[in-house]
């Protein structure tokens, strides 16, 4: 039995079928794990499990020291052979790996497992010895002699080159890497992008797009030159900013310098030097690294700089739109502002447009139109607001300003957007809010803010005056009680003036007539009759002269009785008070012994003025 | 009586002729603060405080403008001073609460007993100046009443005038205390601002003393007590401790 490498091209697949009915398993299963023994870090290598029978269910080893770039790539091929009539033949299924080694030592690949007619086979594991540099060229390098020739810089370097040294901060910079070789180059490929810190990056070179190549010539040589990358860079600060190098990886053609002994046979020599014969160019490996650069980043100028700068650089123009200018409440309506131009577009935020309050207004979907050229960055960035007006009326939305640098004058632009008036109708309902719960809004307050000031003509006065404890207090304090006694004097004055003894007499009556039934009262306890009736007559008389304001001489019985009625004095009272008087006039002229009528008399006189007194309170 | 009425009468025109120039100065103020220029009006309205002059709406447009140049501290403070010149004020008490909402320390009120609180509030009813007006007319009308009892004839009317005048000495009595008190409060500087930002309050008045708690600009203190150079303060949930008198500005 053969194993070999074959590739897909083998395949006969119209023979494999034609044959596969006679073909058999009589041979011996093999599981086979094979890599190079010895590999350099850094170096690829292809790691290949084989099988020589229909295989499933291949579970690869777990491979850590190494890092995997491709796989595992299954493919399958069949041969067949015919020996005397005998057709054998044979299939053969591979799971390939490439890995990469990472660091030197040495390092087994476990077994890997395949199912073979439901049985599970183990491969061998793979022991790989890795070591530093580069060691013997392995199988994927066939070309690449060991002895490379030295390529000189002179035929092939890198140039990076920016169209503007000392740009804005956020003004465009295109960076170009180009190749320049007076040798063939048959790869390339880019292994380090520099990592650019301080800039934002734009790619502005397609993966598909085909490379610019044109000739070129220095210092009397001619290049062919290719672009092979292209950068938009926006400087996100000012000062001096380093572009790193770029590193690059080339195979380039050089000719072999052939180490065989010539022959002196013109034809021999000529047959093998000739490039069909394959030996006469040779690939090298070389890594390239582009100049670095550094550019001197100017600060946007701070004169002029308003607060709805938001850091667009570059040539804009604005249009805003609205779809409908009269809408129903409660339907959308859609604004767009737009803003074109050549520039840093993808940093235009959203502007500050300022809608009426009651409007709800969502953030804004943006859709950009920008192209990504080899002269930059420019198109357009839409911003379209959805907004929803809940309530009818009209309304107005001001214009929004956008402010860019521009960097042909270096100064800062204003763009006003235009001003929209828009109507709302009243909305689903016929206009009538009754019954509309939904209409009605919560109150709620949108801002907080001091109240305003108090623009009043102020009430001022010296500071840290107070009203309390000043002049005026105490004055003012003691004003009442000055008044007050003024008022007294004054009174009494007034009173004595006028001769008002009847008011005097009124207030006295009382005590007069108390003086005079005590003074009776000496009387009868001394037996002096005649006294003490006087008295007693006197008191009585005396209290409603003085009361009542009548002169002795108009009293008479009827004229008492007649006073105090109109003071709503009880009848029964009246008719004591009248009864005591006569008593007293009768026991005043009675003869013989009246001790005991002058004890009842006194009781009674003294009975009749107390409760006088109080019924008149 | 004469002699006393025009010493008034004086008095008043005296304050009105002084009065014509700074309101010349507030208006000002009032125009540049309505125009956005919140640093003018500032200068100028503490140009009129610093001439002398005082009221409860200056201290509350200065208050005001403060607040518009964020100056929390100094806004809290004349709110404050107008606060005390017109306690029942909605627009001093509603911005003073905005302002107070924009400091760092948010301190629970320590609960005053009832009667304190009740007391407090009563207090609050008027101004310094109003509870001492209200003294002199409680008095007027307490002679008043005392001139119709003398007067009056009839019982009845005696009857209800010696109770009602009962009544108001009573009164009377009870609105000076409240006066004395008032006019004690705005005129000893028992309250204060923080104006510092970050202010450690300490166990006692030295340098080395312990810091107790931080307090921030904005916040009001009481003033209890003072010792060369500094001020021992009570906070509103009764934490007391001792800063540098420059830490503070009285109300």
Same mark, same amino acid.
């Given at each position: 039995?053969?194993?070999?490498?074959?590739?897909?091209?083998?395949?006969?697949?119209?023979?494999?079928?034609?044959?596969?009915?006679?073909?058999?398993?009589?041979?011996?299963?093999?599981?086979?794990?094979?890599?190079?023994?010895?590999?350099?870090?850094?170096?690829?290598?292809?790691?290949?499990?084989?099988?020589?029978?229909?295989?499933?269910?291949?579970?690869?080893?777990?491979?850590?020291?190494?890092?995997?770039?491709?796989?595992?790539?299954?493919?399958?091929?069949?041969?067949?052979?015919?020996?005397?009539?005998?057709?054998?033949?044979?299939?053969?299924?591979?799971?390939?790996?490439?890995?990469?080694?990472?660091?030197?030592?040495?390092?087994?690949?476990?077994?890997?497992?395949?199912?073979?007619?439901?049985?599970?086979?183990?491969?061998?594991?793979?022991?790989?010895?890795?070591?530093?540099?580069?060691?013997?060229?392995?199988?994927?390098?066939?070309?690449?002699?060991?002895?490379?020739?030295?390529?000189?810089?002179?035929?092939?370097?890198?140039?990076?080159?920016?169209?503007?040294?000392?740009?804005?901060?956020?003004?465009?910079?295109?960076?170009?890497?180009?190749?320049?070789?007076?040798?063939?180059?048959?790869?390339?490929?880019?292994?380090?992008?520099?990592?650019?810190?301080?800039?934002?990056?734009?790619?502005?070179?397609?993966?598909?797009?085909?490379?610019?190549?044109?000739?070129?010539?220095?210092?009397?040589?001619?290049?062919?030159?290719?672009?092979?990358?292209?950068?938009?860079?926006?400087?996100?600060?000012?000062?001096?900013?380093?572009?790193?190098?770029?590193?690059?990886?080339?195979?380039?053609?050089?000719?072999?310098?052939?180490?065989?002994?010539?022959?002196?046979?013109?034809?021999?020599?000529?047959?093998?030097?000739?490039?069909?014969?394959?030996?006469?160019?040779?690939?090298?490996?070389?890594?390239?690294?582009?100049?670095?650069?550094?550019?001197?980043?100017?600060?946007?100028?701070?004169?002029?700089?308003?607060?709805?700068?938001?850091?667009?650089?570059?040539?804009?123009?604005?249009?805003?739109?609205?779809?409908?200018?009269?809408?129903?409440?409660?339907?959308?309506?859609?604004?767009?502002?737009?803003?074109?131009?050549?520039?840093?577009?993808?940093?235009?935020?959203?502007?500050?447009?300022?809608?009426?309050?009651?409007?709800?207004?969502?953030?804004?979907?943006?859709?950009?139109?920008?192209?990504?050229?080899?002269?930059?960055?420019?198109?357009?960035?839409?911003?379209?607001?959805?907004?929803?007006?809940?309530?009818?009326?009209?309304?107005?939305?001001?214009?929004?300003?956008?402010?860019?640098?521009?960097?042909?004058?270096?100064?800062?632009?204003?763009?006003?957007?235009?001003?929209?008036?828009?109507?709302?109708?009243?909305?689903?309902?016929?206009?009538?809010?009754?019954?509309?719960?939904?209409?009605?809004?919560?109150?709620?307050?949108?801002?907080?803010?001091?109240?305003?000031?108090?623009?009043?003509?102020?009430?001022?006065?010296?500071?840290?005056?107070?009203?309390?404890?000043?002049?005026?207090?105490?004055?003012?304090?003691?004003?009442?009680?000055?008044?007050?006694?003024?008022?007294?004097?004054?009174?009494?004055?007034?009173?004595?003036?006028?001769?008002?003894?009847?008011?005097?007499?009124?207030?006295?009556?009382?005590?007069?007539?108390?003086?005079?039934?005590?003074?009776?009262?000496?009387?009868?306890?001394?037996?002096?009759?005649?006294?003490?009736?006087?008295?007693?007559?006197?008191?009585?008389?005396?209290?409603?002269?003085?009361?009542?304001?009548?002169?002795?001489?108009?009293?008479?019985?009827?004229?008492?009785?007649?006073?105090?009625?109109?003071?709503?004095?009880?009848?029964?009272?009246?008719?004591?008070?009248?009864?005591?008087?006569?008593?007293?006039?009768?026991?005043?002229?009675?003869?013989?012994?009246?001790?005991?009528?002058?004890?009842?008399?006194?009781?009674?006189?003294?009975?009749?003025?107390?409760?006088?007194?109080?019924?008149?309170? | 009586?004469?002699?006393?009425?025009?010493?008034?009468?004086?008095?008043?025109?005296?304050?009105?002729?002084?009065?014509?120039?700074?309101?010349?100065?507030?208006?000002?103020?009032?125009?540049?603060?309505?125009?956005?220029?919140?640093?003018?009006?500032?200068?100028?309205?503490?140009?009129?405080?610093?001439?002398?002059?005082?009221?409860?709406?200056?201290?509350?447009?200065?208050?005001?403008?403060?607040?518009?140049?964020?100056?929390?501290?100094?806004?809290?403070?004349?709110?404050?001073?107008?606060?005390?010149?017109?306690?029942?004020?909605?627009?001093?008490?509603?911005?003073?609460?905005?302002?107070?909402?924009?400091?760092?320390?948010?301190?629970?009120?320590?609960?005053?007993?009832?009667?304190?609180?009740?007391?407090?509030?009563?207090?609050?009813?008027?101004?310094?100046?109003?509870?001492? +007006?209200?003294? #002199?007319?409680? /008095?007027?009308?307490?002679?008043? @009443?005392?001139?119709?009892?003398?007067?009056? $004839?009839? !019982? &009845?009317?005696?009857?209800?005038?010696?109770?009602?005048?009962?009544?108001?000495?009573?009164?009377?009595?009870?609105?000076?205390?409240?006066?004395?008190?008032?006019?004690?409060?705005?005129?000893?500087?028992?309250?204060?601002?923080?104006?510092?930002?970050?202010?450690?309050?300490?166990?006692?008045?030295?340098?080395?003393?312990?810091?107790?708690?931080?307090?921030?600009?904005?916040?009001? +203190?009481?003033? #209890?007590?003072? /010792?060369?150079?500094?001020?021992? @303060?009570?906070?509103?949930?009764?934490?007391? $401790?001792? !800063? &540098?008198?420059?830490?503070?500005?009285?109300?």
């Amino acid at each position: 039995m053969r194993m070999k490498s074959v590739n897909r091209k083998f395949i006969f697949p119209l023979l494999l079928l034609a044959l596969s009915v006679i073909s058999g398993y009589g041979q011996q299963v093999e599981f086979k794990a094979t890599a190079r023994d010895e590999v350099a870090v850094g170096e690829q290598f292809r790691l290949i499990y084989t099988v020589n029978a229909q295989a499933n269910g291949f579970k690869a080893p777990s491979i850590r020291d190494f890092s995997i770039i491709v796989g595992p790539n299954q493919s399958t091929s069949s041969s067949m052979q015919i020996i005397n009539n005998q057709v054998t033949r044979s299939i053969e299924y591979s799971y390939t790996f490439v890995l990469q080694a990472n660091k030197e030592g040495t390092f087994t690949i476990n077994p890997a497992s395949v199912n073979v007619d439901g049985k599970s086979r183990q491969s061998n594991p793979v022991t790989i010895k890795v070591v530093k540099g580069s060691p013997q060229q392995g199988n994927d390098n066939q070309g690449t002699a060991q002895s490379a020739p030295d390529i000189s810089s002179k035929n092939l370097f890198v140039k990076a080159s920016v169209n503007k040294n000392s740009p804005y901060q956020g003004e465009q910079v295109i960076v170009t890497y180009k190749i320049y070789t007076r040798i063939p180059v048959s790869e390339y490929s880019v292994t380090k992008i520099p990592a650019l810190t301080g800039f934002w990056t734009e790619n502005l070179m397609k993966d598909n797009t085909p490379l610019k190549q044109y000739r070129e010539t220095i210092n009397g040589a001619e290049y062919v030159v290719a672009e092979f990358k292209k950068d938009a860079l926006f400087a996100q600060k000012s000062g001096k900013l380093k572009i790193a190098p770029l590193e690059l990886d080339v195979i380039a053609q050089v000719e072999r310098k052939t180490k065989r002994a010539r022959t002196n046979d013109p034809f021999f020599d000529n047959f093998f030097n000739d490039s069909f014969f394959g030996s006469a160019y040779q690939n090298v490996r070389k890594t390239l690294y582009s100049n670095s650069i550094i550019l001197n980043v100017k600060p946007l100028p701070v004169a002029g700089k308003s607060n709805d700068f938001s850091g667009a650089v570059g040539d804009f123009k604005i249009t805003s739109s609205i779809d409908k200018k009269t809408v129903k409440a409660n339907d959308a309506l859609t604004l767009r502002f737009t803003v074109s131009g050549r520039g840093n577009l993808k940093f235009i935020d959203k502007p500050n447009i300022i809608f009426p309050t009651d409007f709800d207004v969502y953030d804004p979907r943006i859709v950009d139109n920008i192209n990504t050229t080899a002269s930059g960055m420019s198109g357009k960035r839409t911003f379209e607001f959805l907004i929803v007006p809940r309530n009818h009326g009209s309304y107005t939305i001001k214009p929004a300003s956008f402010v860019y640098f521009d960097l042909d004058n270096g100064k800062y632009k204003t763009l006003r957007s235009a001003e929209f008036k828009i109507t709302v109708e009243k909305g689903v309902g016929g206009g009538s809010y009754v019954g509309a719960g939904n209409d009605k809004e919560d109150f709620k307050y949108i801002g907080t803010d001091i109240r305003y000031i108090n623009t009043d003509i102020l009430n001022l006065r010296p500071v840290n005056m107070f009203l309390f404890g000043s002049i005026k207090f105490w004055i003012l304090f003691m004003l009442p009680f000055v008044l007050f006694i003024i008022f007294l004097v004054t009174w009494q004055k007034e009173l004595k003036k006028r001769g008002n003894i009847a008011l005097m007499r009124n207030k006295k009556a009382t005590g007069v007539a108390r003086k005079r039934l005590k003074a009776a009262e000496q009387y009868l306890k001394q037996g002096n009759q005649q006294s003490f009736c006087t008295e007693i007559s006197n008191a009585l008389w005396g209290y409603i002269s003085d009361k009542f304001n009548i002169s002795r001489s108009a009293l008479s019985i009827d004229s008492v009785s007649e006073a105090l009625q109109k003071q709503n004095v009880k009848a029964d009272l009246i008719s004591k008070f009248v009864s005591t008087l006569n008593n007293c006039e009768f026991a005043r002229f009675a003869p013989g012994d009246k001790s005991q009528v002058m004890d009842n008399l006194y009781t009674e006189a003294l009975q009749v003025i107390t409760q006088t007194e109080q019924e008149l309170k | 009586m004469k002699k006393i009425a025009l010493l008034f009468i004086f008095t008043f025109l005296a304050v009105g002729l002084l009065m014509a120039e700074p309101q010349a100065d507030i208006n000002k103020a009032n125009k540049a603060y309505q125009e956005g220029f919140y640093e003018n009006a500032i200068s100028l309205y503490e140009k009129v405080i610093h001439e002398g002059y005082t009221s409860s709406e200056l201290y509350y447009n200065l208050g005001n403008a403060y607040f518009k140049t964020d100056q929390i501290p100094s806004a809290i403070l004349y709110y404050e001073r107008a606060k005390k010149l017109d306690p029942n004020n909605e627009d001093i008490l509603y911005n003073l609460r905005v302002a107070n909402n924009k400091i760092i320390d948010k301190i629970d009120q320590l609960p005053q007993l009832f009667y304190q609180q009740w007391w407090s509030n009563v207090k609050q009813l008027f101004s310094p100046d109003g509870w001492a +007006v209200n003294t #002199i007319v409680l /008095l007027f009308l307490f002679f008043a @009443i005392v001139v119709a009892f003398l007067l009056s $004839g009839s !019982v &009845k009317v005696r009857k209800i005038l010696l109770t009602s005048g009962l009544l108001i000495v009573l009164v009377t009595v009870l609105v000076f205390i409240i006066s004395i008190q008032t006019y004690d409060d705005a005129n000893n500087k028992r309250e204060a601002i923080v104006y510092t930002a970050s202010l450690p309050v300490k166990s006692s008045p030295e340098e080395s003393g312990i810091d107790l708690f931080v307090i921030h600009e904005g916040l009001k +203190v009481q003033i #209890i007590d003072e /010792l060369s150079g500094w001020k021992e @303060i009570r906070i509103d949930n009764g934490s007391k $401790g001792w !800063v &540098k008198t420059e830490a503070l500005k009285a109300i």
